[in-house]
């Protein structure tokens, strides 16, 4: 009864690759978000998607590209990985765009080599 | 014991004290604000919120005080426990026109010495 998450778990793979994230919440949430956590442990908003639509996009270098098929799953795609993105990237929804608490999921470990 | 939050990343408590955990943040424009929990290899967990029309608010065992005159957040924790040793956030809402747009703090790491 996991009520975000994402898979991998741990995600290990060579500068210039492709890579994907999955993302699903079984709460009934209109809005998600991807937030990426550094090695200081300091987490930034990347996206954010209310029902399939993007709302937030915080200055994320376009080789990240979120896609949201319905509003139970957003995925992260990444093209072209580099060393610096290597981090723990976390998926999160919300009950909507408002003020209301987000659920998070148990992350995504990458490391680029 | 008490920390400075963002200038004190860590806090060492004995069992059974009382945490006080200390943010600072930045735009006065902020209304919502929450504080998560995060334990090691784990996402963030949230343990209360306040929204900017009050200026205390508490859970079970946790109690959060907001001071918008200096854009000062703390996190009361009663009677530590072990348990408790995680690494807290604090969030500021930064969206406009009601929207969720969270801004996190650098974190404290909070360890209780049984």
């Not at chain 1, 998600?32 to 550094?38: A, E, R, S, T």
């Not at chain 1, 979120?66 to 992260?76: E, F, I, T, V, W």
């Not at chain 2, 919502?32 to 919120?49: A, R, V």
């Amino acid at each position: 009864d996991t009520a975000v998450s994402q898979t991998p778990k741990y995600l290990v793979t060579q500068m210039g690759n492709d890579k994907s994230i999955k993302c699903e919440q079984n709460l009934g949430h209109d809005t998600m978000y991807w937030y990426k956590q550094d090695s200081k442990k300091f987490l930034k908003i990347m996206f954010s998607y209310n029902n399939k639509e993007l709302i937030i996009n915080e200055t994320v270098p376009n080789r990240f590209s979120p896609k949201s098929p319905d509003k139970a799953h957003l995925n992260l795609h990444i093209n072209s990985l580099e060393l610096g993105d290597s981090a723990v990237y976390f998926c999160a929804s919300s009950q909507g765009a408002g003020l209301y608490e987000q659920y998070f999921g148990p992350g995504t470990r990458l490391t680029v080599t | 014991g008490e920390s400075v939050g963002l200038h004190l990343p860590t806090l060492s408590v004995q069992e059974g004290d009382n945490s006080i955990i200390n943010c600072a943040y930045s735009n006065s424009a902020s209304d919502y604000f929450i504080w998560y929990k995060q334990e090691s290899g784990k996402g963030p967990q949230f343990i209360i919120d306040i929204r900017s029309n009050m200026d205390k608010r508490q859970g079970q065992r946790v109690t959060v005080l907001l001071n918008k005159t200096v854009k000062h957040l703390s996190l009361q924790i009663a009677a530590t426990q072990p348990g408790d040793s995680a690494v807290y956030f604090c969030a500021e809402n930064r969206g406009r026109g009601g929207a969720n747009n969270l801004f996190f703090g650098t974190g404290t790491r909070l360890t209780v010495i049984p």
